[in-house]
């Protein structure tokens, strides 16, 4: 089978600094490399996608993730490298594209969809589906600049994805939106994966990428440092920037600092261990056992009343349990710097047989970003409950009593 | 195409080209095809240009005609009353306006042209499509302005009794396309420099402005010494001007110095479309 998309010692080069300032310039692409600095947005990017097949990358920002969907959408040329898109391809890097404020949604959607590549008679087939799916079209003939945010991204994106792409590229724009939109688009995403859509899905929201996303790739400093299954890269994605956050110190972005996995290390979590009621090591427990969290943390600064969080998920990611201090209404103290402290978060498992994974995070009290936070700290296995599938022991018992009326099956039939 | 094993030495590679891929191609034939493709998206994108200059405007296409009477009102009274210039038979005012039609779709589209590029670079920098949709559709849009004062022009000669030549008519479409050919020409190869050097919009607008007096608008081409007159039609706009007077005014056939400028007019499209398409590729990159 030939792939949908092939990826091949990509590379990317931008030219920082100065512009063009001689004519010659313009023409010799290649020797002017005196005075010019560069920057390699993208360097030596390898991935393969068969059709049907979901990459989900995530990477820090200028990490090079939209300069890699800019160069498979054909807006900017690699420097050098190989890449073939195989099929009609849609791209999302941005939505509401060539939008004209003055102009009718009715107006824009022609405008739209003609950019992203469609003819006009292709757009009129599937006018009624894109306006349905936006659900605007009480406002169809007002224009777009009375839209609100959530109404324009939602026309945008409806026209996006019924290009009926076979190559589908996404970039981080289902931000917008309200929360009902968003499941509506990925649910979109997933109905268009299953007829064979191939899809490329840029986020900073890891929920989003293990939602959407079979296979992940993490991006850091243009590179793709990893490949694999989405939620392996979510976690290699966390354990790269934990790795990064011992290094340096950069200042803590103003927000979107959590979304980013920006972390400073004020706090760190030095070690994470499961252990039982007698406070021993363990990995496989009977469903229902009493398990104890131990988590032991640095403080390498003052820091006041931190939040911890702890998340337990299955392997593919889902979330089983989600909590957290501020949440539990627990308050914790300030520590100073150079103290450690362990931290003991008992919990019950009543769960069904499988592997469960523990993540733990450690933040400050504004949320600004995260202190320290390892993904896949810890894992364990439920064992002992072979009576049902899923993930929660709801403990069903069964009874059976006669019943009261003891004619009526008899008498009704008749 | 065998798949390479990803090497650290890919800096040789550094001044390849993408290699082939079914999507991406280059060559002439295959960017007209292209471009063909995106036919709807020329059309889309005139309308939305025509759409947008007139919202919100209480004279809306109105503006088309007054730009060019306002002008050959002036130039009237100037070379009626003040310096009374010879032309024949035809009454100044139809004269003039007669060039000023075809002269100011030609300076408002080039300046456009040259713009359209740099105005639109969100747009560039985002999507994906053959850029010279976006020169092309600031053309089209000032079609409309053009046919709306051609009309006004229409009454003018029934008003002024011009006597009507039948066969002259017919090369009106011929002298547009000529026109046109050359005017997206010079739109491709200013609106790709534009992109790298913003001076150039300036640089356009005071060429046209000069151009105008190199150019038979105000007077008439019997004014120019007859031995400078082979150099002054290496200008396509004196042939193109002329050949419109000679259909609309002088019931004649566009003259020889037509060919030279329909000539010139096609080189300089086929040189303006290379060169755009040469520097294409860098345009997302320098915003």
Same mark, same amino acid.
């Given at each position: 089978m030939t792939s949908s998309i092939n990826v091949n010692s990509l590379s990317k080069r931008y030219r920082i600094g100065a512009g063009l300032t001689d004519l010659r310039d313009l023409f010799n692409i290649r020797e002017n490399t005196r005075n010019a600095q560069y920057h390699w947005a993208v360097k030596d990017v390898n991935f393969d996608l068969q059709p049907g097949e979901s990459l989900g990358i995530i990477g820090p920002n200028g990490a090079g993730k939209t300069t890699i969907l800019k160069l498979l959408s054909r807006v900017t040329h690699p420097t050098s490298g190989e890449l073939s898109v195989n099929g009609r391809f849609s791209a999302l890097?941005?939505? +509401?594209? +060539?939008?004209? +404020? %003055?102009?009718t949604g009715r107006e824009n959607i022609y405008l739209n969809g003609t950019i992203l590549g469609m003819q006009r008679s292709e757009i009129k087939a599937r006018f009624d589906q894109i306006v349905d799916f936006s659900g605007i079209e009480q406002f169809l003939d007002t224009p777009v600049k009375r839209y609100s945010s959530g109404m324009y991204a939602r026309l945008g994106f409806a026209i996006a994805v019924h290009v009926d792409p076979e190559v589908l590229l996404v970039d981080e724009v289902l931000a917008v939106g309200d929360y009902p939109f968003q499941l509506k688009c990925y649910a979109r995403m997933d109905e268009m994966r299953r007829n064979g859509t191939t899809l490329i899905f840029v986020s900073h929201n890891m929920e989003a990428v293990r939602r959407v996303c079979d296979k992940g790739m993490v991006m850091y400093q243009g590179e793709d440092i990893f490949h694999g299954t989405a939620a392996e890269a979510v976690v290699a994605y966390s354990d790269a920037i934990r790795q990064n956050a011992r290094r340096v110190q950069t200042d803590i972005p103003q927000d979107g600092g959590l979304s980013q996995m920006f972390m400073t290390f004020d706090a760190e979590i030095k070690n994470v261990s499961l252990l039982n009621e007698k406070g021993q090591p363990v990995t496989v427990l009977e469903s229902g056992a009493p398990l104890n969290i131990a988590i032991d943390v640095l403080f390498h600064k003052n820091v006041q009343q931190p939040h911890l969080a702890i998340t337990i998920r299955t392997p593919d990611g889902r979330v089983v349990y989600d909590t957290m201090t501020s949440w539990m209404n627990y308050l914790m103290p300030d520590f100073e710097a150079g103290e450690q402290y362990r931290i003991d978060c008992r919990l019950n498992t009543p769960l069904l047989d499988g592997l469960y994974e523990v993540d733990v995070d450690i933040v400050p009290n504004n949320l600004s970003h995260f202190y320290d936070r390892i993904e896949r700290a810890a894992a364990f296995s439920i064992t002992g409950t072979t009576w049902a599938k899923g993930?929660? %022991?709801? %403990?069903a018992k069964l009874e059976i009593n006669p019943s009261l009326i003891k004619s009526d099956l008899g008498t009704t039939q008749s | 195409m065998s798949k390479n094993?990803?090497?650290?030495? *890919?800096?040789?590679?550094?001044?390849? =080209? @993408? &290699? @082939? &891929? *079914?999507s991406v191609s280059f060559g002439f034939f295959s960017d007209l095809k292209e471009l063909y493709k995106y036919r709807d998206l020329v059309w889309a994108w005139g309308m939305r240009t025509i759409r947008a200059r007139y919202k919100q405007s209480i004279l809306g296409g109105l503006w088309a005609i007054l730009q060019p009477v306002i002008a050959a009102i002036i130039f009237s009274v100037i070379f009626t009353f003040f310096v009374p210039v010879d032309t024949g038979d035809t009454p100044y005012i139809v004269f003039s306006y007669t060039a000023m039609v075809p002269w100011i779709l030609f300076t408002s589209s080039t300046a456009d042209m040259v713009d359209s590029l740099v105005a639109n670079m969100g747009l560039v920098s985002k999507i994906y499509f053959p850029r010279e949709v976006l020169p092309i559709s600031a053309l089209m849009a000032r079609l409309l302005d053009f046919a709306i004062a051609m009309a006004l022009l229409l009454i003018l000669i029934l008003v002024f009794q011009v006597p009507i030549f039948p066969l002259g008519l017919l090369f009106l479409p011929v002298i547009l396309l000529v026109q046109i050919a050359f005017s997206l020409g010079l739109g491709l190869f200013g609106s790709a420099l534009n992109v790298f050097y913003r001076d150039i919009r300036s640089l356009v607008g005071l060429i046209l402005q000069i151009w105008l007096y190199v150019t038979p608008i105000i007077y008439?081409?019997? =004014?120019?010494p007859e031995r400078l007159q082979p150099f002054y039609f290496l200008n396509p706009m004196a042939g193109i001007i002329e050949a419109y007077r000679s259909v609309l005014?002088?019931?004649?056939?566009?003259?020889p110095y037509f060919a030279l400028s329909s000539i010139v007019a096609i080189v300089t499209l086929f040189f303006g479309y290379w060169f755009f398409k040469r520097l294409e590729f860098q345009f997302a990159d320098v915003v």
């Open positions: 890097i941005e939505l +509401g594209a +060539g939008f004209h +404020g %003055d102009l993930l929660v %022991d709801l %403990d | 094993e990803p090497s650290v030495g *890919n800096l040789s590679l550094e001044s390849s =080209m @993408t &290699t @082939t &891929t *079914n008439p081409v019997t =004014m120019v005014l002088y019931q004649q056939l566009p003259g």
